[in-house]
């Protein structure tokens, strides 16, 4: 028979309170980080598996946002381009109706500069749109994006019949939109200025030319010429417009991949949820539980400690 049992009942209670209140603590304080951060998995210990399933949804998002981010920066690019494509096409407009007013009127010599003197201030008009910028860089320049894409200078050898030279390039610029698909998002100046008429894949004239023609034949008052160049005028115009055209289409294309990139984000962030989002309800429940075994854990342990000699008569 036991000979201290005052002693082996003392070791008992010390036991049980290092083994269950510690666990109770534990519990406690898991299910308060569940609730304060509104995550079942915090760490890797709280659900490996799970863990591991969230973080590969992150890199999967991160990649998405990625995708998001250069959509937004393209469509910014695009749409300086296709503004000032659809302000290019008014001045060609106006350019049209002066020449065509200029053709059907009787003009003196003092009429006839005035209004080649508007014709040019319109050409000059035109070569600032073809010198737009997004974000300091040259929306028309190719891939050479510092450089000033449009300037007069008639000794250049590579100058048109206006004295204008393109410094620019005909490289495309692509942006990734999605985990296997990139895009185009660029006009070269070359492409806008350049009109090929019969698609041959040779320039017939450039814009600036088909203006420059139009205010020669002006001061020379040669009819026929005026004719001619407004006609080049006309054609132009809606190159311009189809050259608008073509980058509103590629805003669609964005507009597309940016839906289905957010749609896809919807779903991963779901995903996510179901796997390390805290169920409020449930996560309440056992905290209450886990206090409630705390509490019966020290009654329990109090009970055993408080006993005497008495107990043992």
């Known amino acids: 028979m036991d000979s201290n049992p005052i002693s082996r009942a003392t070791s008992l209670s010390s036991s049980a309170f290092e083994n269950m209140l510690p666990n109770r603590l534990n519990d406690i304080a898991r299910t308060q980080e569940q609730l304060t951060t509104g995550l079942r998995i915090n760490r890797p210990s709280d659900d490996a598996n799970g863990f591991q399933q969230a973080r590969q949804l992150d890199i999967l998002q991160q990649r998405f946002e990625h995708f998001e981010d250069s959509i937004t920066s393209a469509r910014s690019w695009l749409g300086t381009a296709q503004n000032n494509l659809d302000s290019l096409s008014d001045v060609f407009s106006e350019i049209y109706q002066e020449g065509v007013r200029a053709s059907n009127s009787t003009l003196d010599d003092d009429e006839r500069e005035e209004m080649a ?39 250049d050898p590579t100058s048109d019949g206006a004295g204008v030279v393109y410094y620019g390039n005909t490289d495309s610029i692509y942006r990734q939109i999605g985990p296997n ?12 200025w350049s009109v090929d008429n019969d698609l041959d894949g040779n320039t017939d004239f450039t814009i600036s030319e088909s203006v420059q023609s139009f205010i020669n034949a002006l001061r020379a008052n040669d009819a026929d010429a005026m004719s001619s160049s407004l006609s080049q005028i006309q054609d132009s115009r809606d190159h311009v417009i189809n050259q608008a055209a073509h980058i ?14 957010a749609d896809a984000s919807v779903i991963i962030a779901q995903q ?12 309440i429940l056992e905290f209450q539980r886990a206090q409630t075994s705390l509490q ?18």
């Open 181 to 192: 698909s990139s895009i185009e998002v660029n006009l070269s100046g070359s492409q806008v």
């Open 248 to 261: 509103g289409s590629i805003v669609n294309r964005l507009e597309i991949s940016e839906n289905q990139l």
């Open 272 to 283: 996510q949820s179901e796997i390390e989002d805290t169920d409020f309800a449930e996560t």
């Open 117 to 155: 003197q508007l014709m040019e201030q319109l050409l000059n008009n035109a070569l600032e749109l073809l010198n737009s910028q997004n974000n300091n860089e040259y929306v028309f320049s190719g891939t050479r994006t510092s450089v000033k894409p449009f300037s007069i200078d008639a000794a």
């Open 296 to 313: 019966t854990s020290l009654q329990v342990t109090s009970s055993v400690l408080q006993l005497t000699l008495l107990n043992f008569i």
